[in-house]
């Protein structure tokens, strides 16, 4: 299986890089490798993070996790993982 990232979601990450690195690009670097490394291991252990609340008509495919305040939607498909969006957590929640 392997894990691929919507133009959405990459646009996403990109522009939560460029916020971060105003202040540290340091910290910018570490944030992107640790999410990027994050969902690699979907790759292996697809179904490990709970459903996505915020998908409407989830019938279990779409899933979600949290890591340094962005919240990472994946869609799980038959031979790859999806990511499809990028948000932080301190943006209002919006359904899909």
Not at 14 to 33: G, P
């Amino acid at each position: 299986m392997i894990v691929r990232w919507s133009k959405r979601a990459q646009s996403e990450l990109q522009l939560a890089y460029d916020y971060i690195k105003l202040d540290s690009s340091q910290n910018a670097e570490k944030v992107k490798d640790k999410l990027i490394s994050r969902t690699e291991t979907l790759a292996a252990f697809p179904e490990i993070y709970p459903l996505d609340k915020y998908k409407i008509n989830n019938r279990g495919r779409y899933r979600a996790f949290v890591l340094y305040h962005y919240r990472i939607s994946y869609k799980v498909m038959k031979d790859a993982v999806l990511i499809v969006r990028l948000r932080h957590t301190s943006m209002s929640p919006l359904s899909y």
